[in-house]
């Protein structure tokens, strides 16, 4: 068997955090850092990142057969790397150097027919697949956790299906093979003038297929705010064949078989190629930071922006914590980062409303930073989007993930949760899941804990706020009790935002570590209805096993995020 060495042509990954192996914090991120985790206490211990030679695992239950061999991997670090994703439960257990169920194999295919020879040995030896892009799910969505009822688990790696392979400028569309990783992608859209300009927290790190099949949320705050709206047609290999939807701009053709496809995380095929909706680059872009004395006040304004139709690119509302935790406030005031950007016209006219709209809501803004932000700079556009505020946040959510390789080390339990409402019910839930996450905490871990919130995408008819938390889960350097009381929390915050009339996911998936709150607001006709599909696609029940659904005939013993003494 070959080793691959995962990633390769694009850096090497680390298996044990976030990113690739050679990336490094800057000095300010490290003072930044230490600063953070100070407040803790300075007694702290840190527990070193694992090296690969550290972990023994065990020797793989199934061996391939010949035909398949050359397309297969056993090594160590392939097998790390596609053992976990990147929630803060995995990468706790990577530092505990405690990995239960590795992969036995890890496949590449090179193309379709290749793919479609995996699931057929796999449904035949009864093998479990997981697939694999970028390995980036916070939701426990690749884990090889399958339970004993399987013969092996084989994680199938789509990394080398990494096209574009065929753009339409006419209709502005390109097909664009599963694979290929969000820079990949846009470097390949460039020339044409094109971009997918779907740009989520993981965009370095994650695949058009893994978006796909995850429902991802990107770029814009408004209107083009999931993968969906940007998926023309699918084609799709399973068990039981392949399938490819047709190409249209819309139908009313009874359910959409991409719909069925859309958010089915690997259970009911693993999707090769899309073709995907395109923009043409924007010329016009404009920023504007506006302040709010309350997050109530800045909420009335945004929902009133939603329900403009101005369709603003960007607009983040950041409650007064979450600001000063950005670096974009010093906590005394809530903060709307506004963005609009065009490919076609200037968008002084959207900008303008979209100000006025907010100054009646008691918004306040520099007026001359506004002015500035909209004045014409060399070569025609607007100023970019990554000065001011804009900027500040990006940078720090972007470079978020490689803070929390290093706080977790130290004992630091932090995380993040998301959800959607509508607008006549927000500012209950946002007091209320600030109010009972905290009580959480406290009875946890036995400390006050400040609860954070933004809102990361709008609707007319609601937000999506996605809520931030973190505590010291051990003073003693035993991470294992880091983890169990990230379990704790990260089950009770489930249940408190699914209680409260809001969904379980807005973006990050469902996985294993959301179906308790995902079981609670889907129908249970229609997860009837969905095993019954799957049973049709998938008859050995092989595809992601544990993972959004179980098999109809089986109850998969998944661990999942939440461990198995919570079952």
């Given at each position: 068997m070959s080793e691959f060495q995962t990633l390769s042509r694009?850096?090497?990954?680390?298996?044990?955090?976030?990113?690739?192996?050679?990336?490094?914090?800057?000095?300010?991120?490290?003072?930044?850092i230490r600063a953070s985790t100070a407040r803790f206490g300075s007694d702290l211990a840190e527990v070193p990142p694992p090296a690969e030679s550290e972990f023994t695992l065990p020797k793989p239950r199934i061996d391939p057969p010949a035909r398949l061999s050359a397309?297969?991997?056993?090594?160590?670090?392939?097998?790390?790397?596609?053992?976990?994703?990147?929630?803060?439960?995995?990468?706790?257990?990577?530092?505990?150097?405690?990995?239960?169920?590795?992969?036995?194999?890890?496949?590449?295919p090179k193309g379709e027919d290749d793919l479609q020879r995996l699931l057929d040995w796999a449904s035949s030896a009864n093998v479990?697949?997981?697939?694999?892009?970028?390995?980036?799910?916070?939701?426990?969505?690749?884990?090889?956790?399958?339970?004993?009822?399987?013969?092996?688990?084989?994680?199938?790696?789509?990394?080398?299906?990494?096209?574009?392979v065929e753009i339409d400028r006419t209709s502005r569309a390109?097909?664009?093979?599963?694979?290929?990783?969000?820079?990949?992608?846009?470097?390949?859209?460039?020339?044409?003038?094109?971009?997918?300009?779907?740009?989520?927290?993981?965009?370095?790190f994650?695949?058009?297929?893994?978006?796909?099949?995850?429902?991802?949320?990107?770029?814009?705050?408004?209107?083009?705010?999931?993968?969906?709206?940007?998926?023309?047609?699918?084609?799709?290999?399973t068990p039981s064949g392949s399938l490819v939807t047709r190409r249209l701009p819309g139908s009313g053709a009874g359910p959409s078989p991409d719909r069925m496809f859309i958010g089915s995380e690997g259970t009911l095929g693993l999707i090769t190629e899309a073709w995907m909706r395109l923009q043409d680059r924007p010329k016009h872009q404009a920023s504007v930071s506006v302040s709010f004395p309350s997050m109530a006040k800045g909420a009335r304004a945004v929902r009133a922006l939603s329900q403009a139709a101005l369709f603003p690119t960007n607009c983040r509302l950041l409650?007064?914590?979450e600001a000063r935790n950005n670096m974009v406030g010093d906590g005394t005031a809530a903060i709307l980062v506004l963005g609009f950007e065009s490919a076609d016209h200037p968008i002084d006219a959207w900008m303008a409303r979209a100000l006025e709209l907010v100054s009646d809501h008691e918004g306040s803004y520099d007026r001359s930073a506004a002015a500035a932000a909209l004045a014409p700079r060399s070569g025609g556009g607007k100023a970019p989007q990554r000065e001011g505020a804009a900027g500040v946040w990006r940078n720090a959510f972007i470079r978020m993930p490689y803070y929390r390789d290093v706080t977790l080390g130290f004992g630091i339990v932090s995380d993040t949760?998301?959800?959607?409402?509508?607008?006549?019910?927000?500012?209950?839930?946002?007091?209320a899941v600030r109010a009972r996450t905290q009580c959480v905490i406290k009875e946890v871990a036995g400390q006050d804990a400040a609860i954070s919130c933004r809102f990361t995408h709008i609707y007319p008819d609601g937000p999506a706020p996605y809520f931030s938390w973190s505590a010291l889960g051990t003073k003693t350097g035993k991470l294992a009790d880091s983890l169990a009381r990230w379990r704790e929390i990260k089950r009770a915050t489930n249940e408190i935002?699914?209680?409260?009339?809001?969904?379980?996911?807005?973006?990050?998936?469902?996985?294993?570590?959301?179906?308790?709150?995902?079981?609670?607001?889907?129908?249970?006709?229609?997860?009837?209805?969905l095993q019954a599909a799957k049973k049709t696609l998938d008859p050995a029940g092989v595809l992601n096993p544990g993972v959004l659904i179980d098999p109809a005939d089986r109850k998969v013993g998944a661990r999942g995020a939440l461990g198995k003494s919570d079952a």
């Open positions: 694009r850096g090497r990954m680390r298996f044990w955090g976030w990113g690739l192996e050679d990336a490094a914090l800057t000095p300010q991120e490290e003072k930044t397309l297969i991997s056993t090594t160590r670090y392939d097998r790390l790397v596609h053992a976990l994703g990147k929630s803060f439960a995995d990468l706790v257990r990577m530092r505990l150097r405690q990995i239960d169920n590795p992969p036995d194999l890890v496949a590449f479990a697949v997981i697939p694999f892009g970028g390995g980036s799910s916070v939701a426990g969505g690749v884990e090889p956790d399958v339970g004993d009822s399987y013969a092996a688990a084989l994680s199938i790696d789509l990394q080398y299906l990494n096209k574009v390109a097909r664009i093979q599963a694979g290929a990783l969000g820079p990949e992608l846009e470097d390949q859209l460039r020339p044409h003038g094109l971009t997918l300009r779907h740009f989520p927290q993981s965009l370095q994650s695949s058009l297929g893994g978006w796909i099949a995850t429902r991802s949320g990107g770029h814009y705050a408004s209107l083009y705010t999931h993968i969906d709206d940007f998926v023309e047609s699918l084609h799709v290999v409650d007064p914590l949760f998301e959800t959607a409402i509508t607008w006549d019910r927000f500012d209950e839930l946002y007091e935002v699914v209680d409260l009339g809001g969904t379980v996911t807005h973006h990050h998936a469902v996985g294993r570590d959301h179906r308790s709150g995902y079981e609670k607001q889907s129908p249970a006709l229609f997860r009837s209805a």
